[in-house]
């Protein structure tokens, strides 16, 4: 079955250590997004691709690092300097200038 | 200013009833497109339902229809014959298509609790 798949779906981290989130899909889309979502809020844009090698800063990149390599995956480096990174974060994807976006299950992030 | 405005922050519905989630939009882009999700407790976004701008009928998908107003700039969700499993968090988002950075702008969403 074609989708996108994000794991881990739980991850904890210590203060000041980097973590990589992954997302790879194979619906064969090019345009690839990474969200961010905080209790009672919306969906916050991190980084998009729209393709390989290309990747935009969204509306909160700052703390995060990602990398477009391959067109099936896009993973998310949350950085120490981070400064809140407990959150839900989704990964999403999209045939580029097509209508809409299919979302993984999310990773939930928590900084212990 | 919020691009995307979704006034109903709870909403309940009666099993077997139908409800209407509103959703306002600002955008002065003569392209663009509206977008309605659900997210269940399980945390993932499912796609439910688009509206280009251009559009002169309002979506439907099953039991989910959208009743575009162009002129008032809203998008509102109708959801016929409530369901216990539409019990969940709906967001409103738009695509404004000027220029080469197609994002999706996205409202803070309406929960919706469906009672048997």
């Known amino acids: 079955d074609g989708g996108i798949t994000q794991s881990p779906k739980y991850l904890f981290r210590k203060e000041g250590q980097n973590v990589t989130l992954s997302c790879e899909q194979n619906?064969?889309?090019?345009?690839m997004y990474w969200y961010r979502q905080d209790p009672g809020q919306g969906l916050r844009l991190i980084y998009y691709s729209q393709i390989v090698n290309d990747f935009q800063k969204g509306d909160i990149a700052e703390g995060y690092s990602v990398s477009r390599e391959k067109k099936e995956s896009f993973p998310l480096t949350v950085t120490s300097a981070q400064k809140n990174p407990t959150a839900f974060y989704l990964c999403?994807?999209?045939?580029?200038?097509?209508?809409?976006?299919?979302f993984g299950q999310g990773t939930r992030l928590t900084v212990v | 200013a919020q691009k995307i405005t979704q006034t109903q922050p709870g909403m309940f519905v009666q099993e077997k009833e139908a409800v209407t989630l509103d959703c306002t939009y600002d955008?002065?882009?003569?392209?663009?497109?509206l977008f309605w999700y659900k997210q269940p407790s399980s945390g993932e976004m499912i796609f439910l339902i688009y509206q280009g701008s251009y559009d002169e009928q309002n979506a439907t998908e099953g039991r989910y229809s959208l009743n575009f107003q162009k002129a008032r700039k809203s998008a509102n969700l109708v959801i016929s014959a409530s369901q216990l499993g539409d019990s969940a968090m709906y967001f409103c988002a738009m695509r404004e298509d000027a220029g080469n950075n197609r994002k999706l702008i996205w409202g803070l969403g309406t929960s919706l609790a469906v009672n048997p």
């Open positions: 955008t002065s882009d003569q392209s663009y497109g």
């Open positions: 999403a994807s999209s045939i580029l200038r097509n209508t809409e976006a299919f």
């Open positions: 619906l064969n889309h090019d345009a």
